[in-house]
């Protein structure tokens, strides 16, 4: 059983940057085949706002293309999301995500709040 937890959530203004930290415990994300960010504005559902395979490839939405970096640690089982230039449009609850595969649940942190003022 994975366990993940988030940090690095915080306010700051437009333009700026926070670093989201996903410890995990219990597994290690080297073995995890898909690791993620979403993130969840106020209202329902979870947007996908980047991803990293156990090889390395990443993929990221237009919305956050150029502004967001996911990357892990294998050796700190931890996973990274940089996050630049932000926009008031990327507040939210940002969850982390560990998935053998794409249409299982996986595994979910409980989440960070990030808030970008204008």
């Known amino acids: 059983q994975m366990q993940l937890v988030e940090s690095g959530g915080g306010s700051v203004q437009l333009g700026g940057s926070l670093r989201l930290s996903c410890a995990a415990s219990g597994s290690s994300i080297f073995n995890m085949n898909f690791m993620a960010w979403y993130r969840q504005a106020p209202g329902p559902g979870r947007e996908l706002v980047a991803r990293i395979t156990v090889g390395g490839q990443t993929n990221y939405p237009d919305s956050v293309k150029g502004r967001f970096t996911i990357s892990k640690d294998n050796a700190k089982n931890t996973l990274y999301l940089q996050m630049n230039s932000l926009k008031p449009e990327d507040t939210g609850v940002y969850y982390c995500?560990?998935?053998?595969?794409?249409?299982?649940?996986?595994?979910w942190g409980r989440g960070t709040q990030v808030t970008v003022s204008s």
């Open positions: 995500n560990a998935q053998q595969r794409l249409d299982s649940i996986g595994y």
